[in-house]
């Protein structure tokens, strides 16, 4: 049997090896089945006939009309062909500023012709130019229908692989395949019960749609066939991995959690941190490694689920560690956790690049002895010499800024089996890209505020109101606040932004002026030492403003800042204002948050505003974001696939989204390796997928 899916299109009449290359690196085009699987963006609707009085300037049209009138018109060089058509409703010219023979004498005079292409109205004269044109006949007319439209450039087309040249040896490949070149991939109590058409059907339709319903019936069949694949391979390979990496058993929840849950914890837990805990005890219990990621918008406590979470390890006899993107976040944490603990005798201790010495020593020597229950710190944690005794559970909070070889450094970390891993972040994830996203790490979220927070109050200020807002911020100051003014920092023009920065400090210099007021300024070109020194003076109070880039974005808590200002507003995304504003309304106090902008405001970032106004919960945030940015740029999304979907649309397609992820779901529940009957085919097309076959297993 000939493979005809992967033959090169080089040996295709007309295109050869050198059109062939340029068309690859264009178009990424190769095979026949890249041809195939690469589907039109549009249609051009041919089952239309507009009546010429109905024809609206500058649009698409076809008309029939018969030939009443023909002429060469000489100008300059030049000689156009010009040629008049009428219907019932009234004429239409026709224009050729080169016109080879043939168009010529096919243009007889009383006959009746299907004329397809752009018309422009100019001095009332409705015509178009180089129309397509084909003699009428009505049963032709009746099995026209749409043309696909593919996406080309300018280079490819000249050398002759254009639209119409694409179109053709698509439909002759088409037709030239059967089931064995293209192999249906869904078992058929699916198809039957989703009622999708087969695949090989779709992939003609999807390319010549007879008509609007065929084209419907093709997308939701390739729509589903990519987000089905998709979502049930990440099922079933989260579950093979669960098989394949053990973790220790933590059977039962003793006396240390007991005994702080029941006295010591100064509130009463929300339901959603209550419901966490108890995904991770299940998780912790059940013999495979955990791979949690914990979501919880910014002050949801999930540093208390973290707590909670370290107290069940060592019920089990197991330490923990915690890691902290930065210094000054894992100093935090190990005073919060520190004195969470005070008067029990549970050993925590901290360590980051800072801590030197017989300290360090000490701390590495009672690590490995097992004198130690709980390491708070950088990621000093995942240098080699750093040995635990039996590491159990290893948390990472923000996790964006970890990387992938840092988790892996902390899976080798433990005795036998790798510790269970709790990933927490605060950057909110819409449900739909959470769905497809962190599909291959088991999701807890966190969507609930402790009780009795006061919301940030956002507002809106314009430059020239600027003197209203120094006003306000004194007489912050004057009841003991504090304040940070964030800047944007964007890679490209980090020069710019830097003296931005600079002549913003210096300005406030002069509206704040020493010994009273004192304020600090952290950038990102700081050594790190420096920074932490600031970010110090300034959350023990020393400092009232805190001037900086948006490296305090993540996770820092000075309960008695409340006003964050943003400048240049504009040039901030969605999902970064809300990780700002989250730096205040962290005490008992109202606190508030400026943005401010230029009056010249872009649609979009008006949008932006008006959203940060109007709301402080993080997942509607995040929603919003996805709808203003799409979600090739959201956070996480680039290596997730999401962006190889064909036809799939997050957005769009949110129901089928959902439906999937049901139908995977039951799937999986009921058939874990897919090796029943009607289900191998699944299970074949995910291995073929896992070996990263360039086959044509599934559309996408
Ligand atoms: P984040 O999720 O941003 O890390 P934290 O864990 O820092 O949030 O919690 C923010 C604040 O909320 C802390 O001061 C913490 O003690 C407090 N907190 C956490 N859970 C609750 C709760 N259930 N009720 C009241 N306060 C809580
Ligand atoms: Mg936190």
Same mark, same amino acid.
């Given at each position: 049997?000939?493979?005809?899916?992967?033959?090169?299109?080089?040996?295709?009449?007309?295109?050869?090896?050198?059109?062939?290359?340029?068309?690859?690196?264009?178009?990424?085009?190769?095979?026949?089945?890249?041809?195939?699987?690469?589907?039109?963006?549009?249609?051009?609707?041919?089952?239309?006939?507009?009546?010429?009085?109905?024809?609206?300037?500058?649009?698409?049209?076809?008309?029939?009309?018969?030939?009443?009138?023909?002429?060469?018109?000489?100008?300059?060089?030049?000689?156009?062909?010009?040629?008049?058509?009428?219907?019932?409703?009234?004429?239409?010219?026709?224009?050729?500023?080169?016109?080879?023979?043939?168009?010529?004498?096919?243009?007889?005079?009383?006959?009746?012709?299907?004329?397809?292409?752009?018309?422009?109205?100019?001095?009332?004269?409705?015509?178009?130019?180089?129309?397509?044109?084909?003699?009428?006949?009505?049963?032709?007319?009746?099995?026209?229908?749409?043309?696909?439209?593919?996406?080309?450039?300018?280079?490819?087309?000249?050398?002759?692989?254009?639209?119409?040249?694409?179109?053709?040896?698509?439909?002759?490949?088409?037709?030239?395949?059967?089931?064995?070149?293209?192999?249906?991939?869904?078992?058929?109590?699916?198809?039957?019960?989703? /009622?999708?058409?087969?695949?090989?059907?779709?992939?003609?339709?999807?390319?010549?749609?007879?008509?609007?319903?065929?084209?419907?019936?093709?997308?939701?069949?390739?729509?589903?066939?990519?987000?089905?694949?998709?979502?049930?391979?990440?099922?079933?390979?989260?579950?093979?991995?669960?098989?394949?990496?053990?973790?220790?058993?933590?059977?039962?929840?003793?006396?240390?959690?007991? @005994?702080?849950?029941?006295?010591?914890?100064?509130?009463?837990?929300?339901?959603?941190?209550?419901?966490?805990?108890?995904?991770?005890?299940?998780?912790?219990?059940?013999?495979?490694?955990?791979?949690?990621?914990?979501?919880?918008?910014?002050?949801?406590?999930?540093?208390?689920?973290?707590?909670?979470?370290?107290?069940?390890?060592?019920?089990?006899?197991?330490?923990?560690?915690?890691?902290?993107?930065?210094?000054?976040?894992?100093?935090?944490?190990?005073?919060?956790?520190?004195?969470?603990?005070?008067?029990?005798?549970?050993?925590?201790?901290?360590?980051?690049?800072?801590?030197?010495?017989?300290?360090?020593?000490?701390?590495?020597?009672?690590?490995?002895?097992?004198?130690?229950?709980?390491?708070?710190?950088?990621?000093?944690?995942?240098?080699?010499?750093?040995?635990?005794?039996?590491?159990?559970?290893?948390?990472?909070?923000?996790?964006?800024?970890?990387?992938?070889?840092?988790?892996?450094?902390?899976?080798?970390?433990?005795?036998?089996?790798?510790?269970?891993?709790?990933?927490?972040?605060?950057?909110?994830?819409?449900?739909?890209?959470?769905?497809?996203?962190?599909?291959?790490?088991?999701?807890?979220?966190?969507?609930?505020?402790?009780?009795?927070?006061?919301?940030?109050?956002?507002?809106?200020?314009?430059?020239?109101?600027?003197?209203?807002?120094?006003?306000?911020?004194?007489?912050?100051?004057?009841?003991?606040?504090?304040?940070?003014?964030?800047?944007?920092?964007?890679?490209?023009?980090?020069?710019?932004?830097?003296?931005?920065?600079?002549?913003?400090?210096?300005?406030?210099?002069?509206?704040?002026?020493?010994?009273?007021?004192?304020?600090?300024?952290?950038?990102?070109?700081?050594?790190?030492?420096?920074?932490?020194?600031?970010?110090?003076?300034?959350?023990?109070?020393?400092?009232?403003?805190?001037?900086?880039?948006?490296?305090?974005?993540?996770?820092?808590?000075?309960? @008695?800042?409340?006003?964050?200002?943003?400048?240049?507003?504009?040039?901030?995304?969605?999902?970064?204002?809300?990780?700002?504003?989250?730096?205040?309304?962290?005490?008992?106090?109202?606190?508030?948050?400026?943005?401010?902008?230029?009056?010249?405001?872009?649609?979009?970032?008006?949008?932006?505003?008006?959203?940060?106004?109007?709301?402080?919960?993080?997942?509607?945030?995040?929603?919003?974001?996805?709808?203003?940015?799409?979600?090739? /740029?959201?956070?996480?999304?680039?290596?997730?696939?999401?962006?190889?979907?064909?036809?799939?649309?997050?957005?769009?397609?949110?129901?089928?989204?959902?439906?999937?992820?049901?139908?995977?779901?039951?799937?999986?529940?009921?058939?874990?390796?897919?090796?029943?009957?009607?289900?191998?085919?699944?299970?074949?097309?995910?291995?073929?997928?896992?070996?990263?076959?360039?086959?044509?297993?599934?559309?996408?």
């Amino acid at each position: 049997m000939i493979d005809i899916l992967n033959q090169p299109i080089e040996n295709i009449k007309g295109i050869g090896p050198n059109r062939s290359k340029l068309i690859e690196s264009d178009l990424g085009i190769k095979s026949l089945g890249d041809l195939l699987f690469i589907f039109p963006y549009r249609y051009v609707d041919k089952t239309l006939v507009t009546l010429i009085k109905d024809v609206q300037n500058k649009s698409h049209v076809q008309v029939v009309g018969t030939l009443i009138d023909k002429s060469k018109v000489k100008g300059g060089k030049t000689t156009r062909l010009k040629a008049t058509i009428r219907d019932s409703s009234g004429l239409m010219e026709l224009v050729w500023f080169k016109s080879p023979q043939w168009i010529e004498d096919k243009l007889v005079l009383g006959k009746k012709f299907l004329v397809y292409g752009k018309a422009t109205r100019f001095k009332g004269i409705l015509s178009i130019s180089h129309p397509e044109l084909e003699d009428y006949a009505e049963s032709k007319l009746q099995a026209r229908s749409y043309e696909p439209v593919y996406s080309a450039t300018e280079k490819v087309n000249k050398l002759g692989f254009n639209n119409k040249k694409r179109s053709k040896i698509i439909l002759e490949t088409l037709s030239k395949i059967n089931h064995d070149d293209i192999k249906e991939n869904l078992p058929d109590y699916l198809r039957s019960k989703l /009622d999708l058409i087969d695949r090989i059907q779709a992939l003609r339709w999807i390319h010549f749609p007879p008509h609007a319903a065929a084209l419907a019936q093709a997308r939701k069949r390739i729509k589903f066939e990519e987000v089905f694949y998709f979502k049930i391979r990440m099922l079933y390979n989260k579950q093979q991995r669960k098989l394949k990496y053990k973790g220790e058993v933590f059977s039962k929840v003793g006396d240390y959690f007991n @005994n702080y849950y029941a006295h010591h914890i100064p509130f009463e837990l929300t339901n959603a941190q209550k419901r966490v805990i108890k995904e991770i005890r299940a998780d912790l219990g059940s013999g495979s490694q955990m791979n949690r990621l914990l979501q919880g918008d910014v002050g949801s406590g999930k540093t208390m689920v973290a707590l909670l979470s370290m107290l069940i390890a060592l019920d089990n006899g197991y330490q923990s560690v915690l890691v902290a993107p930065t210094e000054i976040l894992a100093q935090q944490h190990y005073l919060t956790i520190s004195d969470a603990l005070k008067g029990s005798s549970i050993r925590t201790a901290f360590l980051s690049g800072s801590v030197k010495g017989r300290t360090r020593t000490d701390i590495l020597r009672f690590l490995q002895e097992g004198e130690l229950n709980i390491l708070i710190g950088t990621h000093a944690v995942l240098e080699d010499k750093v040995n635990f005794d039996n590491l159990g559970l290893a948390i990472v909070d923000e996790q964006h800024r970890f990387g992938v070889l840092q988790r892996s450094k902390l899976w080798q970390k433990g005795r036998t089996l790798p510790p269970h891993m709790l990933v927490m972040t605060a950057t909110p994830i819409p449900r739909t890209l959470a769905m497809t996203v962190y599909g291959d790490l088991d999701v807890s979220v966190i969507d609930e505020l402790p009780p009795g927070r006061k919301p940030v109050k956002t507002i809106h200020k314009m430059e020239k109101n600027r003197s209203q807002v120094i006003e306000f911020m004194h007489k912050q100051i004057q009841e003991g606040h504090q304040i940070y003014i964030v800047y944007p920092l964007i890679d490209e023009s980090e020069k710019l932004d830097l003296a931005n920065l600079q002549q913003g400090y210096e300005n406030l210099l002069t509206y704040f002026p020493p010994p009273d007021y004192k304020i600090s300024v952290v950038h990102g070109r700081m050594k790190p030492a420096d920074k932490d020194l600031e970010m110090k003076r300034f959350s023990e109070g020393k400092t009232h403003i805190m001037v900086a880039t948006t490296v305090i974005e993540v996770g820092v808590n000075v309960p @008695n800042a409340s006003v964050m200002v943003i400048e240049n507003t504009e040039r901030f995304g969605l999902s970064q204002l809300h990780q700002l504003r989250g730096r205040v309304g962290r005490g008992a106090d109202q606190s508030f948050c400026i943005l401010m902008s230029s009056s010249q405001l872009s649609v979009n970032a008006k949008s932006r505003i008006k959203i940060m106004v109007s709301t402080t919960d993080g997942f509607l945030i995040a929603e919003e974001d996805l709808k203003l940015r799409g979600p090739g /740029d959201i956070e996480g999304t680039k290596q997730s696939g999401v962006q190889a979907f064909r036809l799939f649309d997050l957005i769009e397609d949110e129901n089928m989204l959902d439906t999937t992820h049901d139908i995977a779901t039951l799937i999986i529940s009921r058939d874990p390796q897919l090796d029943q009957e009607p289900n191998l085919i699944i299970q074949h097309n995910i291995n073929r997928l896992n070996r990263g076959y360039k086959d044509w297993g599934r559309i996408g």
